[in-house]
């Protein structure tokens, strides 16, 4: 069993940057991918972004595509995700999760993560 631990989360004004991290508890543990993934209040949670764990290989949601970016430090078992330009409509509850097998959509849908972190909140008011 792992546990993953994300920090970062914050009030900022919209254009700002923000950094997500998430590390792992286990210096073994060695997923097929991580991935980000939020919940807005009253939605589902939703892919944002994904890295294939060996091969660096990333995907990104459109809503994200050209302003996130999501990197990991193999050695230390973490994960981040760098926001900029951030926006009101980016304003949830930010989860890291952990694909431990390959899947045909690429760790698009939450459904394919075996762990996940307890969340961290990302606010940036309108």
């Known amino acids: 069993q792992v546990q993953l631990v994300e920090s970062g989360g914050g009030w900022v004004q919209a254009g700002d940057s923000l950094r997500l991290s998430c590390a792992a508890s286990?210096?073994?543990?060695?997923?097929?991918?991580m991935g980000w993934l939020r919940q807005a209040p009253g939605k589902e949670r939703e892919f944002v972004a994904h890295i294939n764990w060996r091969w660096g290989t990333t995907a990104y949601a459109d809503s994200v595509k050209g302003r996130f970016t999501i990197s990991r430090d193999n050695a230390n078992n973490t994960l981040y995700l760098q926001m900029q330009s951030l926006k009101p409509d980016d304003t949830a509850v930010y989860y890291c999760?952990?694909?431990?097998?390959?899947?045909?959509?690429?760790?698009?849908?939450?459904?394919?993560?075996?762990?996940w972190g307890q969340g961290t909140q990302v606010t940036v008011p309108s």
């Open positions: 999760a952990a694909r431990i097998r390959p899947t045909a959509t690429g760790g698009t849908t939450p459904d394919e993560y075996a762990y």
């Open positions: 286990s210096s073994t543990f060695t997923p097929d991918g």
